[in-house]
């Protein structure tokens, strides 16, 4: 793109900008392969594939992972393209609650914030403690034993564990804090890293080990070690192990995040949300079925119920498990770092519209033009909401892990669908932008609602025995905690709302005026 185009393109954009009412404040400096690798980092093959790995093996098994995958990646695309459609026609950094105000007014506008705000927290929350279990495995490999990785003890495991957490979420805001440039360069890095990370990942998996398993068990074999009967096999606990999928490929509203840091956002938004979503599926389903053929013989497949780890080292060299966790710490770094840009920038668009207490902190931005208090407030949220996985249960296991990811799930997908179902409502009166699904919404958006409903009940059950209240072998630290957090959400603003916030909350306010009367009084 010449000089002159891109000024014409900037000035499209900040014109369109004022047109939904906000001035251009943060610095306009990524392309469009930019605001697609955000999306891409964050949905992270290298992350989910395998830290939820287990969960997907212990809920279901081979199927689970090899068809399971493929169907569940379908309507995540699906939903990706209703909101493909919608940050094309509103490229705020609001996003979602930006578009669930305009097209359902402000109590609409106030619980989608809110929704998508407890969401990023999670989701940052569990990719950054998911790379710090990764790097903290590395570390136990190489025999150093800073973080308590060679530990005999599983709390003391999981103690040294959560500190190294605290640091990465401390890397993660300082790389935020030095510039939305530099993550916009790191986000770019981050895409060849994954793609080339999976290729010598690949090759290590396919030529490495001795042995592979049949095509008839990675493609037929069944497994439960959930505690639960198997008689509840296809209705429950099949369902809990899709959570692999529906949580992996996640964090695709940041395309809509950075839209106002973005060279013609209309339409590079657009196609980097449903990209995104189409090319991590695609070579995700590769990745887990190279890792699933590992599985050849009973130690490898006793050692999957421990997730991918010791599935790793059960089939492969040294050499070769350091090689991988190396490749996917780092892409999991790479991953928490993007996650909370994405968490800030929604921060930093739902305090500039006065929804979250404190918000006249949390709105500014400093000399570069970065959200600096918006970064700290989410990185401080996303390691308080783990605090539960510091202690683990009985056998070292941070099932409070487990539940950080329910949470963002859920959170993450009722934000999505609330603007979805709206613009559904809104039928062929509503104005698109230059990317849309035409008359297809007709099916889309209804096929988008009804599946986040289906997912959010399904990702608040109980992953074990141990977790069900009435059971004798209830325990706290087995409890998943996602209803808790999601239910008492939407209690505290629900009651925030009819007691105070309906009255004040008017949605997205700061129009370009209001900003100018601020500035005059400042």
């Given amino acids: 793109m010449s000089v002159r185009d891109r000024d014409e393109t900037a000035s499209s954009d900040e014109q369109r900008l004022a047109e939904l009412g906000y001035k251009q404040e943060l610095s306009r400096s990524w392309s469009g392969f930019q605001n ?14 395998f830290t939820t790995y287990g969960q997907a093996w ?96 599983p709390s003391n495991l999981l ?32 895409v060849w890293w994954h793609v080339a990370g999976v290729a010598v990942i690949l090759v290590v998996l396919i030529f490495v080990p001795d042995n592979h398993a049949s095509a008839d068990f990675v493609f037929t074999d069944r497994i439960n070690n959930s505690g639960f ?73 006793d050692a999957a119920a421990g997730g991918s780890i010791p599935l790793l080292e059960s089939a492969l060299g040294s050499g070769s498990v350091k090689l991988i966790l190396i490749i996917s710490t780092v892409g999991q770094v790479f991953c928490g770092a993007a996650c909370l840009t994405s968490a800030s920038r929604m921060c930093y668009a739902f305090s500039r519209d006065g929804a979250i ?19 700290l407030f989410m990185a401080v949220f996303a390691a308080v909401l783990t605090v539960p996985a510091f202690f683990g249960n009985a056998a070292g296991i941070p099932v409070a892990f487990f539940a950080v990811v329910s949470v963002a799930v859920i959170g993450l997908y009722i934000a999505y669908v609330i603007p979805i179902y709206l613009r559904w409502r809104a039928g062929d009166s509503w104005e698109s932008g230059p990317w849309t699904n035409g008359r297809k919404y007709r099916w889309m958006n209804p096929f988008a609602t009804v599946w986040v409903g289906i997912i959010t009940v399904i990702f608040i059950l109980p992953t074990t025995p141990a977790g069900v209240p009435w059971n004798d072998e209830f325990d706290w630290n087995a409890v998943n905690y996602a209803p808790l957090v ?34 005059e009084l400042a």
């Avoid at 395309?255 to 189409?278: L, N, P």
């Fill in 58 to 153: 212990n809920n279901g098994g081979p199927i689970a992972i090899s068809w399971g995958w493929p169907l569940i990646s379908i309507p995540i695309l699906i939903i990706g393209f209703c909101m493909s459609e919608l940050v094309s026609a509103y490229p705020t950094a609001g996003g979602i609650y930006w578009w669930a105000s305009k097209l359902g007014g402000a109590a609409w506008g106030w619980f989608t914030g809110w929704f998508n705000l407890i969401g990023l927290i999670a989701v940052t929350a569990s990719v950054i403690y998911g790379a710090a279990t990764f790097m903290n495995a590395v570390f136990g490999l190489y025999g150093f034993n800073l973080f308590q990785a060679t530990s005999d003890s």
């Fill in 357 to 375: 207490p404190g918000w006249r902190i949390w709105s500014k931005v400093n000399h570069n033009r970065v959200p600096v208090n918006a970064v």
């Fill in 159 to 190: 103690h040294g564990t959560f500190l190294l957490f605290l640091l990465i979420i401390a890397l993660s805001a300082v790389v935020n804090i030095a510039g939305s440039h530099l993550v916009a360069r790191i986000n770019g890095i981050s």
């Fill in 486 to 519: 999601t239910g008492g959400v939407i209690l505290a603003v629900g009651v925030w709302w009819l007691a105070s916030a309906r009255h004040w909350f008017k949605g997205p306010r700061h129009t370009v005026d209001e900003l100018d009367k601020e500035i």
């Fill in 229 to 301: 009967s198997d008689s509840m096999y296809w209705f429950y606990i099949l369902p809990l192990g899709f959570l692999l999928t529906q949580y992996t490929i996640t964090g695709f509203d940041s395309c809509a995040h950075v839209s106002e840091e973005t060279h013609g956002a209309a339409d590079a938004a657009a196609k980097g949300v449903w990209r995104s979503i189409f090319y991590s599926a695609a070579i995700g389903w590769v990745l887990l079925l190279a890792i699933t053929f590992l599985a050849a013989g009973p130690d490898q497949r």
């Fill in 36 to 49: 697609f690798a955000i999306s891409f980092t964050i949905i992270s093959i290298l992350a989910g594939c």
